[in-house]
């Protein structure tokens, strides 16, 4: 991939999901300092679909944590939905990712005994939701992931692919305002891999948000914009998967 500037916009917060100003993040100290991600300006509009990619250790995974409220920045605000949380205490970190955040990763984490049916209704108990409108919720997003036959199977009982649509299900059962997946298809293999993309991209025609860290070209390409990292900071804020393709021949 050909060089590119590291990108410094200084983002305009009005109307967007996520809004990061001049974010740092920092492990160790003296001999042993980590500059993990270094001066990061980004915004992401509603309704946006997009990948970070970057090799290892190039600062995409400790951004999730961080726009997935599961790390503090050293320095600099984040703003998710017009909220700043980047002081907020472990609680109500706690609540905004409850409420606001869906979450997919690579393995499933989903609770072996309990039912798909009841992993999906999991995050609605913490809620508040109460227990017949958990249910028809529940069924209804599984529903969405095609998956109404399998409502009463355990983990054990499902494919891979399957198993992460129920968490996709789980992940947005709260109706939240930004789905974030790290390594979602890292598990599946080529064809399972396609049908639950077909599910993200179906999820964000639908309005919600998408970030999903990958690095695997093929899976970015199915976004609209490509955020690559380098050595924690954006080499590039948005390339389209057509720009993607040219500077990786």
């Not at 920092?26 to 001066?39: I, P, S």
Request: with cysteine; aromatic share 4%.
């Amino acid at each position: 991939m050909e060089n590119m500037p590291i990108n410094t916009e200084v983002i305009d917060s009005k109307s967007l999901i996520i809004c990061l100003e001049n974010i740092t993040k920092v492990y160790g100290k003296g001999e042993t300092e980590v500059n993990a991600l270094v001066d990061i300006n980004l915004g992401i509009e509603q309704g946006e679909y997009c990948s970070i990619m970057g090799a290892s250790g190039s600062g995409k995974s400790t951004l999730m944590n961080i726009l997935g409220c599961l790390d503090r920045p050293s320095s600099g605000q984040y703003y998710l939905d017009g909220l700043d949380v980047s002081s907020l205490n472990d609680a109500q970190l706690a609540e905004i990712r409850n409420l606001k955040i869906g979450f997919v990763f690579q393995q499933f984490h989903l609770l072996p005994q309990m039912t798909a049916l009841e992993n999906v209704m999991l995050p609605m108990v913490y809620a508040g939701v109460n227990a017949s409108d958990r249910k028809d919720r529940a069924q209804e997003t599984l529903a969405k992931v095609g998956l109404s036959n399998r409502l009463f199977n355990r983990p054990n009982q499902l494919s891979g692919g399957q198993q992460q649509r129920v968490a996709i299900a789980r992940s947005i059962v709260n109706n939240p305002v930004l789905l974030l997946a790290d390594e979602p298809t890292g598990a599946l293999d080529s064809h399972t891999t396609q049908e639950v993309l077909e599910i993200f991209t179906d999820l964000n025609t639908s309005g919600i948000t998408v970030v999903m860290v990958t690095h695997e070209s093929e899976v970015a390409k199915v976004s609209k914009r490509i955020i690559w990292f380098k050595d924690g900071e954006i080499l590039h804020s948005d390339l389209s998967p057509n720009e993607l393709a040219l500077k990786l021949q």
